[in-house]
Each structure stands twice: as C-alpha cells, then as structure tokens.
C-alpha cells in the first residue's frame, strides 16, 4: 500500500440529504466513514456487514453538529478575551 491507499470497503451511494456519495474506507490510521470532506472515525469493533446507512447518516450528522458547536464556543471564547476591563 503506496499513498492515498485508503481502499473502499462498503459504498452506501447518495443519500438524499447529502451532496456526496457516502462509503465505508479503510484507511492508514483504520476504518473510518466518508462524505466528501467529512470523516468519522469507526471503532475497531465494529462490524461493517451489519452497518446500516441510516447508522452512517447519523455518524454524520454528529460529526457536522460537532463542527458547528466548536466554532460557535471559539466565538465566544474569543469576545471574552476582547471584552476585558482595564484596571484603573
């Protein structure tokens, strides 16, 4: 296995809510779920003939909730640090 060697393990297609085809890889640091630019990471344990695609949407949609909770808390975070008082 050479670079870029992830290799399809399970190939879901396009489900209606996303844009991108939807596939099981299995890649250089193990399994992982994959939707265009979004991947989630899969326990070692998981059993890839019984994962559904409603399973892997799910996966999904956390990850992308995730992603948009962590930008909203470094906005916050970051108006805390410009909203300090002076001393006087």
Not at 14 to 29: A, C, D, H, S, T
Request: charge should be positive; proline fraction near 1%; include cysteine.
């Amino acid at each position: 296995m050479g670079r870029g060697g992830q290799e399809v393990l399970k190939d879901f297609g396009k489900p209606k809510e996303f844009k991108e085809k939807v596939q099981i890889l299995n890649g250089r640091y193990g399994v992982y779920l994959k939707c265009g630019k979004t991947n989630v990471s899969l326990a070692k344990d998981t059993d890839l003939e019984k994962i559904t695609i409603d399973e892997a949407v799910t996966l999904l949609e956390e990850k992308l909730k995730d992603k948009k909770g962590s930008i909203l808390k470094k906005r916050k975070i970051s108006n805390k640090k410009t909203n300090r008082k002076t001393k006087s």
